[in-house]
């Protein structure tokens, strides 16, 4: 079973339409830390934003939200009134011990999200 | 400069070739890590540098060698590879190893070709 499952390969929508992005983790550690990075076309992945385990608090920050549920073990991603420039690919990951000494980071297999004029 | 920077962003080379990819890294940074993206594929962790000492090698072929002199840099050294080794390869940094809750920051890539 994959860690960090984001189940949406591609998403297309027309700009100012709002999207969500879905992301499901597995681990089975307690202390444990969430991102979603953006890679646009140029190729550098870009942090967007952290979560550790223990903050459940929802965020907002501009048009971007995101929705951390530890009950549904999901970190979803939203973008309100989309615009062009939101196009790229979004990727989730965890950062986990997972038994082993040193933290690793583990991300999913990406969303291209595709906003249209 | 600023961020991270790698060079070359683009690299086409024959499978009996021998090239370099470089990182730099303008933080301040104590880790430095290497990536592989391909297509369709989550990116996979390579290496891993915590204070230029080789924390994590995650079982890549030999024929990737990396290097990391200081702190700021970070080098791939890559010979005799195969077409299936074509790929983005990605260099991040971040305030060191230790902890999971630091964020990275990447490079924007080299885009390698093996012909």
């Known amino acids: 079973a994959q860690k960090v499952t984001q189940a949406q390969t591609e998403i297309s929508v027309v700009e100012k339409e709002d999207v969500t992005l879905d992301c499901v983790y597995e681990?089975?550690?307690?202390?444990?830390?969430l991102f979603w990075y953006k890679q646009p076309p140029s190729g550098e992945l870009v942090f967007l934003i952290r979560r550790n385990s223990f903050d459940e608090q929802n965020e907002i920050s501009g048009r971007y939200s995101w929705n951390f549920q530890k009950s549904t073990s999901s970190f979803n991603f939203t973008i309100t009134a989309s615009q062009v420039v939101d196009s790229a690919v979004y990727f989730c990951?965890?950062?986990?011990?997972?038994?082993?000494?040193?933290?690793?980071?583990?991300f999913g297999k990406g969303t291209l999200l595709t906003v249209n004029p | 400069e600023t961020g991270v920077t790698q060079t070359p962003r683009h690299l086409v080379m024959g499978m009996t070739n021998k090239k370099s990819l470089k990182c730099e890294q303008h933080?301040?940074?104590?880790?430095m890590y290497w990536y592989k993206q391909s297509a369709k594929k989550p990116l996979e962790l390579m290496f891993v540098?915590?204070?230029?000492?080789?924390?994590e090698n995650n079982s890549v072929p030999s024929r990737f060698s990396p290097e990391c002199p200081n702190s700021s840099h970070l080098f791939l050294h890559l010979h005799t590879l195969q077409p299936e080794d074509s790929a983005l390869y990605l260099c991040a940094s971040s305030p060191q190893r230790t902890s999971g809750s630091y964020e990275q920051y990447f490079g924007p890539g080299t885009r390698l070709t093996v012909t």
């Open positions: 540098y915590n204070f230029k000492e080789q924390t």
């Open positions: 990951a965890l950062s986990e011990l997972g038994g082993g000494s040193n933290y690793k980071l583990t």
């Open positions: 933080l301040g940074h104590n880790a």
């Open positions: 681990t089975r550690d307690t202390t444990y830390y």
